[in-house]
DNA sequence: ATAATATGCAACCAGGAGGTTGCCCTATGG
DNA sequence: CCATAGGGCAACCTCCTGGTTGCATATTAT
């Protein structure tokens, strides 16, 4: 019924992964989530960094398509796409539900837990 | 009700979905997901990478409490620790539902969505 | 037309990440 | 007691990442 682990790709996992694990990324997903589409130059305001710097990180994010960009007159207009966090979502759940199979498992056995 | 987005540290997040990209830490920890315990050298065998380096990643997942370790004889065995992937699955979660109010929110303007 | 705005592209740089090797220390099994 | 198995530590290397700067290009406003 659920998907089982073996038929993710966890390198795609692990890309989805590394584009989050960043706290401007993070930040930049979070004014973006709000559903406003943005320009770069938007983003950019209040962020310390270079618009150079920022670019980057949208395209960080646009390759895993946490965020996708169209262009409109001289701006790229940026917006977030929920669906790859969806896909983590369930990836999590399903390592969730393989612990605990593993502790319904374990409590058969009634077993003292020394820790 | 639910803690809003601005509650959560986002270097501390940053840093839990940081361990997570990565492919090797990634199968490491479907490995350890299943409850066994298991030393270094177990986790090491059919990796192809070095014990010292598998070593590091086991400590990069120490860090953010995905893992943890206690010292058996001469052998430190690894656990798996599901609290730190449920608060991602909560972080994510609130994105989400931030995304989802402004659907919602766009709903009732009843704009024709031309993507 | 011109100036200003918004972005793209490329080179460059410092520091961190992933990985290896070598050596030392501590348990454990004969 | 000795060999071996399991790990820790530290040095070292390479490559990627995050960031900057400089310059070129395309729109838009005056």
């Given amino acids: 019924m659920s998907p089982r682990l073996s ?49 980057k990180h949208l395209r960080i994010l646009e390759r895993v398509r ?3 960009s169209t262009r409109a007159g001289r701006e790229s207009l940026f917006a977030f796409n929920p669906e790859p966090l969806d896909e983590l979502k369930r990836y999590l759940d399903l390592v969730s539900e393989r612990w605990n199979q593993t502790l319904s498992r374990l409590k058969s056995f009634v077993e003292i837990n020394d820790e």
């Fill in 7 to 55: 038929s993710h790709k966890p390198q795609a996992k692990a890309q989805i992964f590394a584009a989050l694990g960043d706290e401007t990324r993070l930040s930049l997903l979070i004014r973006l989530s709000d559903g406003q589409r943005q320009s770069i130059a938007q983003l950019t305001e209040g962020s310390k960094l270079t618009r150079q710097a920022v670019t």
């Fill in 66 to 68: 946490i965020v996708h």
